[in-house]
């Protein structure tokens, strides 16, 4: 499905309800297949989601993930810490292309039996579930956090807990300090002291516990564009978002207040509103602890007419697709003066965007979603656009309800 959005001026004020955070969900999805006396709400309605519950209930021996790397890492990790049980983990084309070693290797330290089905370090892989009674493991923590909090997420339900050493520097840590929090929130002792991180084995359930999942910041990262390329006074309100988040990609109300937007928390809510104070006109920011919203700065950055050098972004090399060429391209479609490296993308100060060009989403939802606002600029047209609901279904139509113009093409 291919859209096509009409440059349009959007409503002055708007209200949005986000579901709940895929990064949240799929961490206490897995921890619920551990302890059965947890109760989610407020889950996410995303693919991924919905891929990872399936996936837990699997009573066949071959799971595939598709395109959802989140569920392919902590799916390994859960798999691999169940006895007698043997799976098949799989996924698209793009995620034989992802690697997985790492992980891998660490949990054959803890005595776990994986072993790869086609290339050396990649998914497919066969998982022969056992118990793990080894505890201590070292693992470099460079590259994705996914791994590391795999590994958390079924600590607890290792015999002897779990002595976690992290070599190198630390990626995404906010998303190991969310996987921490939801792991004392059920009542598992951790500990976070230098490189070590400690957790104490809880081989009983919890009692009976209802768990709230906040709304998703990174969807919350397509308002905060809109905003920023919105007319003075527009705003929307988002439920349901906490003050004191758990996610990382939280501080975008930090961020885009270099790009006139405010945020006011009230009552579960925020309201993002367009101020008329001047906007920084070269934004320079380390996303090394919250990656997964560069894309929607770089467009926004791009939008606004304004300098943009983004680092810590090595990860994304590995997701979906390769996002940092997959922006450069798409970018430069629309008259951008862009750079990247492998961990960094600098964007040049413009003065026009070229309409009516198609953008390209490598089966990637964040590039559907990044490019989207740019309709507020120009016209643009996005191809495959139905890739977001891997993580926001209900985008395209939450746009429609702000005002944008939408048609298939």
């Not at 209802?210 to 920023?228: F, M, N, R």
């Not at 104070?277 to 304004?306: C, E, R, S, W, Y």
């Not at 994304?316 to 391209?329: P, S, V």
């Amino acid at each position: 499905m291919n859209l096509q959005l009409k440059s349009k001026v959007l409503n002055l004020k708007s209200e949005i309800k986000i579901t709940g955070s895929k990064s949240e969900t799929n961490r206490l999805l897995l921890l619920k297949a551990l302890y059965p006396n947890i109760v989610i709400e407020n889950t996410s309605n995303s693919d991924d989601s919905e891929v990872m519950n399936a996936a837990l209930t699997n009573i066949t021996n071959t799971v595939d993930v598709h395109h959802a790397g989140t569920a392919m890492r902590f799916l390994t990790a859960y798999f691999a810490s169940q006895e007698n049980k043997t799976v098949t983990l799989t996924g698209s084309s793009r995620m034989k292309e992802r690697p997985i070693k790492i992980l891998v290797e660490a949990l054959n330290q803890l005595g776990a039996k994986i072993e790869y089905l086609e290339n050396d370090g990649f998914p497919p892989i066969k998982i022969k579930g056992k118990k793990l009674t080894l505890s201590k493991v070292s693992l470099q923590a460079n590259v994705s956090s996914q791994y590391i909090s795999a590994l958390l997420l079924i600590a607890p339900s290792l015999q002897n807990g779990l002595e976690l050493e992290l070599i190198g520097e630390i990626t995404s840590i906010s998303y190991i300090n969310m996987t921490l929090n939801l792991l004392q929130e059920i009542g598992v002792e951790t500990s976070f002291i230098g490189n070590i991180i400690v957790v104490k084995p809880k081989t009983q359930n919890p009692k009976p516990k209802t768990i709230i999942v906040e709304s998703d910041w990174s969807s919350a990262s397509y308002y905060y564009s809109i905003i920023a390329l919105s007319k003075e006074g527009t705003q929307i309100e988002l439920s349901s978002f906490k003050e004191n988040s758990l996610q990382g990609d939280a501080i975008l109300a930090t961020i885009y207040q270099q790009m006139g937007v405010e945020t006011h928390f009230e009552k579960g809510k925020i309201t993002l509103i367009k101020n008329s104070k001047p906007i920084n006109q070269n934004i320079k920011i380390d996303l090394n602890n919250a990656p997964d919203i560069a894309q929607t700065i770089a467009v926004t950055a791009f939008g606004l007419g304004i300098g943009c050098q983004l680092t810590g972004l090595h990860t994304l090399k590995i997701k979906e697709t390769d996002r940092l060429e997959a922006l450069k391209k798409e970018l430069s479609k629309l008259g951008a003066a862009i750079s990247v490296t492998n961990e960094s993308l600098r964007i040049e100060p413009s003065k026009s965007i070229n309409s009516n060009q198609n953008i390209a989403t490598y089966n990637d939802h964040r590039m559907a979603m990044a490019f989207a606002p740019l309709a507020l600029k120009t016209n643009i047209n996005i191809e495959n656009a139905e890739v977001v609901s891997k993580s926001y279904p209900d985008f395209w139509n939450d746009l429609i309800k702000l005002g944008f113009e939408i048609s298939e093409i």
